[in-house]
């Protein structure tokens, strides 16, 4: 194995990117993800641990959001009593009591999952010393997190003062979500920490010890940082080893969350970390042996998949039904914690196609939230169930419907929450989707087919007979600059699909699954009446297409808009939109993703012939300034099936190094969750081609850039592996 096509690699400590870097290397086990902050901290860093499902909402914010809990991290060093701290150049002066680092390289080994920073460092005595750190998030015991400290005496007969603690003194960028009173302990090599948040009621509890050679002593001098001491004197070349293992668990998992993790910390502190540390490393073996894609040919975009491959298996629950990936996962702040459409139409397909179980849990989240999707429905004078566009623990809709404030104080309306209800047709695309790759029948019947029905009933509620025909008014296509339209074709045509799955998903049950069939016709009301009218609209829904121009129309009136042609905005490093202002572009035909083409990636020829696919794209690709991040990857799919090589490396390469290059300047607020699950299809779906064919058998239909020699990876399909070895001139091996 290339070792360094499986790390990403910070040579040289640059104050600048810090923030940039503490999110693209958080390590995470599923159940919570950590920021990559140094232990020692930085000015300005933002260290943040996020664990899936502990949501607050706080007096003055418009919406609940995802808690930062309190930091496990803090590991303090001082030699010579010089303190190990990263200074930016305005305070180093480089002269006591000031220390040197002469050398700093920091890596994440995406194969093992560890984070692992060394650095050489001299103390004002002139002594010198050099320090490792690393820390996993276990993965076999997802409670557990370690970190091994190794202090190795270079220059000089160094003395090594280390302080291990929890520190409660945090917040989400200054909101506070936890009741002051914390219960703080600290006695023999332990500490222990448990906090409440405010409005919630969640409890979180962490416990951690120290195991080294010398003492260790604790001490609760300051209030809300129970701390764990430690000294020795090194003779030159000689090595300190200092082991860090907390254990976190939070109300969700137990009644008393301090108690557990004081108890599974000893536990785990009786194994120690080289145990930990293997156990987590072989479970790793398993994830990378299910998921890993191999491209020869192309280190740069090899090394990136990995990445994106990476920072979706961190995130993604391994035993929790009530919780889902957020937009920007378990790595920031960013968009709150909330899961959006992201997860069903761009995270979840790899987890469906590499890690079924993993995909199974996103599903049931949604499943266990229909009734917030039946509120909404109902609350909006609907039938069924019509998800929320944001949701969080409770299911009920939690976009906020104001922007933060700009500096002169005007906020802007925001309308997804009312209208962007193509989310209800992409959570049952993502369960649909699902069954036929699994062939999970038991799934498909007791909870699946709740979500597809439920979310057909809504639509069928929703849709508007006018003009002789079936109209959709007031909404939000994957482009988000066009707000309150009627007709997105997007939203239409995938009504249609959703309506035509919802009766052929029925004809499966009656079937194959009579007593689901009977309980769900009878719940969900599916009468007669119901089913002849959404026949009716599947025949009847208005579909805008230009006969003309061959072209479907992204909405009726989208070409009487202004046109700007978006590519001569190059070189750029920000939207189209922000260079025009909001009021200007919305008032133009620049789009903001893939919308028209998001449509071709999911139906495909179903949609419509490859003349008319080829159409589409030339019309939407010039008018999209790719302001999310879902667009690139959508486009590299799309790009390569019409054979567009170009365009589709030039998207792929984008969409792969979005969060690696921070070639959006947002990275800090998080990993963008859906680029990298969308780089995974653009390989699999784009690239190689990878569907079922009609008889049920699975097939390759490959186009490569010209330079990656072979393309391998495995899928599950329907409870079997198959590796496809794909090679260029295009070659392909299936193996089952
Ligand atoms: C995109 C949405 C996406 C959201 C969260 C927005 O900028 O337009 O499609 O769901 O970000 O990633």
Known sequence: MKRRLWSIREHGFVPDKQLHHETIFTIGNGYLGTRGSFEEGFEGDTPATLLHGIYDHAPNVLVPELVNIPNWLPIGITVDGTPFKLITKTTDTLRPPHGYVLGYERELHLDEAVLRREILFRAASGNIVRLIFDRIASLDNPHILAQRVRVIAVDGNPTVELTAALDGQ??????????????????????????TTQQSGYIVGLASTLLCASPVTASLTDNLRPTLSTSVKLQQEQEAVFDKITCIYSSRDVDAPLQAAAENLANAAQLGYDALYKAHVREWAQYWDRSDITIEGDDACQVAIRFT???????APRTDENVSIGAKTLSGLGYKGHVFWDTELFALPPMTLTQPHLARNLLMYRYHRLSGARHKAKANGYEGAMFPWESTDTGEETTPQWSDPEPDGTRIRIWTGDSEQHIS??????????????????????????????????????????????????????????????????????VVWHLETALHLL??????????????????????TRLNRWR???????????????????????????????????????????????????????????????????????????????????????????????SPATHAWVGARLGLMDEAYDMFYHAAHIDLEDNKGNVKDGIHAAACGGVFQAVLFGFCGLHIREDGTLAIDARLPEHWRRVRFSVNYRGQRYTFDVQNPVLVSPMA
Do not use: C
């Open 309 to 315: 491959t990476y920072h979706v298996l961190i995130t």
């Open 536 to 630: 009716d609209i599947i025949t009847r829904m208005y579909i805008p297409f230009d006969e003309t121009k061959q072209i479907h129309v992204q909405f009726p009136g989208f070409f009487d808009m202004e046109y700007i042609p978006v590519p001569n905005y190059q070189p750029r490093t920000t939207s189209v939109q922000a260079i025009l202002g909001h009021s200007r572009s919305i008032q133009t035909q620049v789009i903001k993703q893939a919308d028209v083409v998001m449509l071709m990636a999911l139906l495909g020829e179903q949609l419509a012939p490859l003349d008319v696919l080829r159409n589409n794209w030339d019309t939407y690709y010039p008018r999209t300034d790719h302001g999310s991040s879902l």
């Open 170 to 195: 945090v917040t989400n960028a200054g909101v506070a979500h936890w009741l002051p009173n914390m219960h703080v302990q600290a006695a023999g090599n332990t500490i222990g920490l448990e906090a």
């Open 507 to 528: 004809d499966w049950l009656r079937a194959n699954a009579t007593t689901d069939y009977e309980r769900l016709v009878n719940e969900l009301d599916l009468s007669d």
């Open 425 to 494: 047709t992409d959570v049952a695309y993502g369960a649909w989707q699902y069954w036929q790759w699994t062939g999970d029948n038991e799934f498909l019947a007791r909870y699946g087919a709740e979500l597809i029905l439920d979310t057909a009933v809504f639509w069928g509620s929703r849709v508007e007979e006018k003009n002789e025909r079936y109209e959709i008014s007031q909404q939000i296509g994957p482009d988000e600059y066009h707000e309150n339209i009627d007709n997105s074709v997007f939203t239409n045509r995938m």
